[in-house]
T-cell receptor
Framework: AQSVTQLDSHVSVSEGTPVLLRCNYS??????LFWYVQHPNKGLQLLLK??????LVKGINGFEAEFKKSETSFHLTKPSAHMSDAAEYFC????????????FGKGTSLLVTP | DSGVTQTPKHLITATGQRVTLRCSPR?????VYWYQQSLDQGLQFLIQ???????AKGNILERFSAQQFPDLHSELNLSSLELGDSALYFC???????????????FGPGTRLTVL
């Protein structure tokens, strides 16, 4: 069985400061891990994905995430937040248990203040 | 624009009714996934079709069904609708090489269903 836990439901940062969105996962197999972003009244956009290659994954818009197997974590970071980063972020796990369908976390709402 | 299209964008209907949501995948993608996003349940996987065949099932109610047609578009049918079915329904597609492990899914803009 697989699951994903996003440790913070809301995160607030000031513009220009670092962003950290935390995610822990569990999976019986070697998982694929993703971060998706959803802007208000918009669909879901893939930020980045981990599929057992490099453990540090770079995504779009300056985001990156590090896969740490020993900690079963896949935290999302960005060195400097921009106002346009305000959105809902979803950590996602998939493995062969679900036929590689995506199992979403509850989401973290990122607020960026001026 | 992901290349995945969904119609209609909005749907308002009454309890007990039946509706059909439509999804056209990206050109070349063989897999279609349906997801439901609601305030209380979050984003949940409903069902997957691959090249016309059902491949995986998630938390899909018996009142819901789906199919994928020869041209690869898919329809999600929701019947005997209840107030709790009000949600945003997303379709996603992927090319699905190597059994799906390395394939990202591209999401459509969603259909917002309101059941009154």
């Amino acid at each position: 069985a697989q699951s994903v836990t996003q440790l913070d439901s809301h995160v607030s940062v000031s513009e220009g400061t670092p962003v950290l969105l935390r995610c822990n996962y569990s999976s019986s197999y070697s998982p694929s891990l993703f971060w998706y972003v959803q802007h208000p009244n918009k669909g879901l956009q893939l930020l980045l994905k981990y599929t057992s290659a490099a453990t540090l994954v770079k995504g779009i818009n300056g985001f990156e995430a590090e896969f740490k197997k020993s900690e079963t974590s896949f935290h999302l970071t960005k060195p400097s937040a921009h106002m346009s980063d305000a959105a809902e972020y979803f950590c996602v796990v998939s493995d062969r248990d679900s036929g590689y369908a995506l199992n979403f976390g509850k989401g973290t709402s990122l607020l960026v203040t001026p | 624009d992901s290349g995945v299209t969904q119609t209609p964008k909005h749907l308002i209907t009454a309890t007990g009714q039946r509706v059909t949501l439509r999804c056209s995948p990206r050109s070349g993608d063989l897999s279609v996934y349906w997801y439901q996003q609601s305030l209380d349940q979050g984003l949940q996987f409903l069902i997957q079709y691959y090249n016309g065949e059902e491949r995986a099932k998630g938390n899909i109610l018996e009142r819901f069904s789906a199919q994928q047609f020869p041209d690869l578009h898919s329809e999600l049918n929701l019947s005997s609708l209840e107030l709790g079915d009000s949600a945003l329904y997303f379709c996603a597609s992927s090319i699905d090489i190597a059994g799906g492990r390395y394939n990202e899914q591209f999401f459509g803009p969603g259909t917002r269903l309101t059941v009154l």
